[in-house]
Nanobody
Framework: QVQLAESGGGLVQPGGSLRLSCAASGSILITNDMAWYRQAPGKERELVAK???????KYADSVKGRFTISRDNAKNTVYLQMNPLEPEDTAVYYCYANIVRRGALRTTDYWGQGTQVTVSS
């Protein structure tokens, strides 16, 4: 099986910073796209940032210039550096990865359990 383990969420004041991490583990042959999504109360889940295996990135307009996504292919890990944070960034952040398992013939989408980010004074 494959699991995604997130860390780095918490409470921060406006203008502050946080770094989220997500490590994929298990029977992994290759990790393709990795991404961060978020879901605020009463809203749909939305894409925050995505990074391909070769390092190409895509960001939501609301976070461009403030958030940076990166990855370490050797560790099957994706990061999200967030600063400066705004109250509107408050949400549960979910890690996503598209993975080919060892012995598998197709890719599978995996999700982390979510980590809470709260931006408040």
């Amino acid at each position: 099986q494959v699991q995604l383990a997130e860390s780095g969420g918490g409470l921060v004041q406006p203008g502050g910073s946080l770094r989220l991490s997500c490590a994929a583990s298990g029977s992994i042959l290759i990790t393709n796209d990795m991404a961060w999504y978020r879901q605020a109360p009463g809203k749909e889940r939305e894409l925050v940032a995505k990074v391909t295996r070769d390092g190409s990135t895509k960001y939501a307009d609301s976070v461009k210039g403030r958030f940076t996504i990166s990855r370490d292919n050797a560790k099957n890990t994706v990061y999200l550096q967030m600063n400066p944070l705004e109250p509107e960034d408050t949400a549960v952040y979910y890690c996503y990865a598209n993975i080919v398992r060892r012995g598998a013939l197709r890719t599978t989408d995996y999700w982390g359990q979510g980590t809470q980010v709260t931006v408040s004074s």
